[in-house]
């Protein structure tokens, strides 16, 4: 009957144990290190998610958004599942006395690991030839990263040529059901039987070697990721980034505001610093890193990474060895150790995040170091001074006059804060289309469309004020509140409970922000209502417009609340209307630059972010750049003779010429 042998031609394998323990407690004291570490930030409440942690582990749908990296690492992990089963399952026989590898399912068995040890060494050759040949994938070149490829690759090879010498030495007639074993085997048939017994033996032991030192070194490598990504992703929080995290400005022991070193990151930020693989799919999506600005995702998170353990190191006893190390961390915050360019140049676009398979949050710490710097410090791009005094005093960016809000209204029959009736719908045409030129007449479109379907709706008129997403992303928590808390109080005396916006950023705040501070409503964007109305067939459209189309994704309707079909559904009721898709569609759409308060900034560094997508979609050979979002109108029709003409989707379904 097939069987496996245990500990053929090896004395002394007791020996294994002690190592295994030695490498066990190795690996047990990184740990600890680690979570210690972690929990010398700030408290945070974290629910743990182990449903969605394994349904990325094993079904790996964040990596296969990349198919060839996600192949990669498919055969590596999967190989290595199946041979740490095998492993256990002979401890078992051996320790226990459990014959379990026997007959048919040894044979099953003996085939199964040599196929999963063939796939970790194609797994190993895709990722050595990534690094080395390929230059465009992310990827920077640590001597960790070969070290870790390099084990990987001498615990599966010395394994295969174990096996090939134990089965040419024993010739059993089941050999064929290692055929990977059988083939390393073949440089070694001339040796002779002692010699190869010699060989045997001392490859087992360097095996055994070689797989307790992988066991010690995964908590201070990059093999750490094998247990950090688990637990970064079952901790992960779906908003995270899309709603940010309240501030207690009330806290009258607070002594500041926001993160200006790392210690102030929460435990889960910090762990999220070592969940960072250094894959670079978040630079590759990032619009400022694609933009020359400098701004790189991944290497700021890094960055925080390495200042993470340099305050580690100033927290140990002074020393000759640590105290030069101890006195440049404690004198210097997060602002002289990165760059405020760097800090300035997001715009929350979320694509980082996105991009990331392992679920790194980047744009709460961003915005949390904006928030140290203008709550704290004082210190942020002067173009903002501006830019928040005309908010405070006027509820806009311009600060135009808050009485004349509502003008754009009065152009047409467009009700102003009329009494509620029965499902009277609120819109909210945000600050661009009150007072923007070119968005009022998307504001006015979207009205006509209201009108026609007899939808009762209402404005709040000069009542209304900026929504406040700006101002949050660019760290200014106590102006934001300030906003929320008088909107929250208008709309509740006025009984609204149902808004409609045809701004994103509006739509997103309103949605999914102001909730946080007590503010329910049923929010919806207007490409969600539109799409209703025609559905439903309140609003019938018979207009025809011979024409080839593109259209833009915006960040915060599209990555940030997954709003993709309809906009796309209802371009496509519009005879004669052919849509054509940009390369980076949905949730790989690119910014326009204006998010995370970009808007109010100069773009003085690298390329314009929105010239780089206004070529994308001009390359198309399209005639019309579409988009529903009031700040990508703005960016792409700034662009003027180099971009294609921008409408909203409104203006399109209205018919407008």
């Not at 496996?4 to 007791?14: K, V």
């Not at 074993?181 to 440089?187: A, D, E, N, T």
Request: proline letters at 3%; hydrophobic letters at 40%.
């Amino acid at each position: 009957m097939p069987t496996r042998e245990i500990y053929w031609n090896i004395s002394g394998h007791f020996l294994m144990y002690i190592l295994f323990l030695i490498a066990l407690g190795v690996f047990a004291y990184g740990i600890y290190k680690r979570v210690k570490l972690w929990n010398q930030g700030e408290k945070e409440n974290r629910s743990f998610n182990i449903t969605y942690a394994l349904r990325q582990i094993f079904l790996h749908q964040g990596l296969l958004k990349k198919s060839l990296p996600g192949f990669m690492h498919l055969t590596i992990f999967f190989g290595f599942l199946v041979l740490t089963i095998a492993t256990i399952l002979v401890a078992i026989q051996a320790d226990f006395g459990l014959i379990i590898l026997k007959g048919n399912f040894y044979l099953i068995f003996s085939l199964l690991t040599d196929l999963a040890g063939f796939l970790i060494l194609i797994g190993i050759i895709i990722a050595l030839s990534r690094r080395i040949f390929f230059t465009d994938t992310g990827l920077d070149n640590k001597w960790d990263d070969y070290i870790v490829l390099g084990i990987i690759g001498a615990i599966v090879i010395t394994g295969f040529i174990i096996e090939g010498l134990r089965l040419d030495i024993t010739q059993v007639a089941w050999a064929g059901w290692s055929p990977i074993g059988v083939l390393f085997s073949i440089p070694f048939r001339n040796v002779s039987i002692t010699n190869q017994q010699s060989l045997h033996q001392i490859l087992w032991w360097i095996h055994l070697l070689l797989a307790m030192f992988f066991i010690a070194y995964i908590p201070y490598s990059k093999l750490f990721h094998i247990i950090v990504s688990f637990l970064n992703q079952a901790y992960y929080q779906k908003d995270a980034g899309r709603v940010l995290t309240r501030l207690d400005l009330e806290n009258e022991e607070a002594e500041t505001f926001g993160v200006g070193a790392s210690a102030q990151f929460t435990w889960k930020q910090r762990m999220d610093l070592d969940a960072c693989t250094r894959c670079g799919r978040c630079q590759t999506n990032c619009p400022a890193y694609n933009s020359q600005k400098p701004l790189n995702p991944k290497e700021l998170t890094q960055n925080l990474k390495s200042i993470m353990y340099k305050e580690e190191l100033s927290n140990l006893p002074s020393s000759a060895q640590f105290a030069e190390v101890a006195a440049t961390v404690k004198a210097k915050g997060l602002n002289n150790e990165i760059s405020e360019d760097v800090i300035w140049s997001c715009t929350t676009c979320l694509a980082c995040q996105e991009g990331c398979p392992v679920n790194v949050e980047h744009i709460q710490k961003i915005v949390d170091i904006r928030r140290y710097n203008v709550l704290t410090e004082g210190d942020f791009p002067g173009e903002l001074q501006s830019t928040f005094r005309n908010i405070e005093t006027n509820g806009n960016p311009w600060g135009i006059s808050w009485s004349s809000r509502e003008n754009w209204a009065k152009e047409t029959n467009i009700p102003i804060g009329k009494s509620l009736e029965e499902n009277t719908i609120l819109y909210w045409p945000g600050c661009f289309g009150a007072y923007d030129e070119r968005i009022k007449k998307v504001s006015q479109a979207f009205a006509q469309i209201l009108q026609k379907a007899n939808i009762s709706f209402t404005i709040l008129g000069n009542s209304e004020k900026c929504c406040g997403d700006s101002v949050r992303r660019l760290g200014n928590e106590y102006l934001y509140q300030m906003l929320v808390m008088e909107n929250i109080e208008t709309l509740q005396e006025r009984g609204i409970t149902k808004i409609v916006t045809q701004c994103p950023h509006c739509y997103n705040s309103l949605k999914n922000e102001y909730p946080k501070f007590g503010g329910n409503f049923e929010v919806s964007h207007h490409t969600e209502f539109i799409n209703l109305l025609i559905k439903g067939g309140s609003f019938k459209q018979n207009i025809e417009k011979l024409a080839t189309i593109t259209y833009h994704d915006p960040c915060y309707l599209g990555r940030y609340n997954e709003l993709y079909e309809a906009p796309r559904d209802i371009l496509r009721t519009v005879k004669g209307l052919k849509l054509i898709e940009m390369p980076r569609n949905k949730e790989n759409s690119f910014c326009c630059g204006a998010g995370g308060g970009r808007m109010w900034l100069e773009e003085n560094i690298g390329n314009r972010i929105s010239s780089l997508r206004a070529q994308e979609a001009a390359n198309l050979n399209a005639e019309l750049l579409c988009t529903a979002c009031p700040f990508c109108l703005t960016m792409f029709s700034d662009e003027g003779e180099k971009g294609l003409p921008v409408k909203d989707i409104a203006e399109i379904i209205l018919g407008d010429k």
